[in-house]
């Protein structure tokens, strides 16, 4: 008996650690692609960042070192756009929830009992990735133009001087980064919408709560998972943008993306790209940890 | 605070070409413990609703304490509702569940009396968990204890017991009974469980098909039931179509398959003309095939014993009768077996307990429905 049980422990240790290995084995391709494509880039960005110019030397040339002053001077040069790529991304966020979840509410919900119209809604949210990113936002570039419709009604109705226009400014910029990331707000909201029960909510008003109540305190609670991983899914992508800028914008309104592809591309200053793209992904790093710990949804995630 | 009395005045509710509830008007009053009982489908969970404001009426009005509410939304009313699935918030815990409503109005020391309405289904010690913690009945009575917390006019119970297992609902039940007799609230308890109807309720009205088909005292429904759909849904009855022939002396003279069965006139819904009596399996006995019937009984057969089922308390045999169809007998276990499967045997009951009810053409109406809540209600014996 003693022994049979023995025996039978012996065996599943083994099994245990048979398929231990087979996970492993499985794992294999993916870690490997992960090393070569994330771990081992991010050192080299990391490594290159601390390198310094070989004075004197021909245009890009650069040589091992260890200068801080790198980051230091990426700083203090190019704060102002920092605070524009995350003024910009904020903006933008804010507007794609306020777009996003009504759009949402309104598939995930309202549609609800009819799943044909839920469908084609969804396509229609997700239809824009038919076109190239590019084009797309060369489009607004039209739909903003001086001689468009939107201006000359926005001109006719006086919100906008006779002088003024939209392209090359920060709302051009804004609403390319809204319009283009609205997908991406809209689909996690709306699975997390999808979910929701409908009871929670008449339970909601049974209790006293009016409408707008019950939305504060239980629609909105309930839907926050997918609220949170909406923003980020904006908020990052926003933040390290440069196409929105480049195309929709002017010098007055580059982003740290723009500076990042003219250092890397233009000026061939290596080290500073390099340390801008990882101040750039520690901030939005502190950012995130900073957000999801704030709206208090590690336990819904 | 005690409760209001509610009052519906012909309600309607449509669906497309479907009628929920039917012309449906009825007062429930102040502090009473109310069932709607019915099969599934039969309008009772949207007469709930209705009442809770979840769900407006197609026509008529809706009162509480004298005051039309049918025009209020779910938030004005002062009602509460305990639903079937619970509908418990689950980013809260169980405190801030039960404070929901408080909250909403602004009430004053509101943990202190949802703490009491915990204490009220002893779960006090459970507050800081969250609803996915807890079991099945515990999570029944947080939804209880959040409803009542709120003091509501009415309260109402959309088959809360539904989902518990019998040892817990039986524990429930007499729990519920307990609380509305402490807080005096006028409780409507929609329920498709007869015995649950019974036990627990001052007043019981049966649905079927969006209408009332009859309204009073357990005792009252279950002695007297006044349509075929009551007396197979409430219990089982032996339902024998005759037609009547004469009235003496408050004994109306039915005739049934050749043999005159009497019921008394006051219990007979119908006076003439075809009619169905009526009578509890467990009001019948069982003769041999030569015994006399006791003085002044009525007496049917002789049958053919079909089938014996043994239950314990009671058995139960089930008897064809030739021109009367196949009777149900319930006997108390107390002489041993006196019949068996293929047996000779005649029935008897005292006409006192009879009933004759009108012959609508229908007299199977209701009859599978009360099998299944038979079955439902694990109440094979009374």
Redesign the interface.
Known sequence: MTAALVVGHGTEVAGARRRSRTAWLLLAPGLLYLFVFFVAPVAVLLLTSLFERVPGGPVGATRPAFAVSNYVDAVVTYAPQFGRSFLYAFIATVLALAIGYPLAYVIGVRCRTRPLLQGVLLVLVIAPFFTSFILRTIAWKQILADDSVVVSVLKTVSLLPDDARLTATPVAVVAGLTYNFLPFMTLPVYASLERL?L??V??????????I??FR??TL??TMPGIVSGSLLTFIPAAGDYVNSALLGNAGTSMVGNVIDSRFFRVVDYPTAAALSVILMAAVLLLVAWYVRRSGTED?L | MSGRDLELVSVTKRFGDFTAVDDLSLTMPSGSFFALLGPSGCGKTTMLRIIAGLESPSAGRVFIGGEDITATRAHQRPVNTVFQSYALFPHLDVIENVAFGLRRRREKHVVERAMAALDLVELRHLAGRKPAQLSGGQQQRVALARALVNNPAVLLLDEPLGALDLKLRRQMQVELKRIQDEVGLTFVHVTHDQEEAMTMADTVAVMNAGRIEQMGAPQELYDLPRTPFVANFLGRSNLLAGTVTDEHGGLLGVDVAGTRVQVPADRAVARSGAVLVGVRPEKVILLGADDPAPPGATALGPGTVADVSFAGVSTEYLVDVPGAGRMSVFAQNLTGVSATPGGTVRLAWSPQHAFALVDDGAPDDGTGEAVEAAELSEAAAP
Request: hydrophobic share 35%; net charge negative; no cysteine.
């Open positions: 029960d009871r929670l008449e339970a909601g008003g049974d209790l006293y709560a009016t409408p109540s019950t305190h239980v609670p309930l819904l």
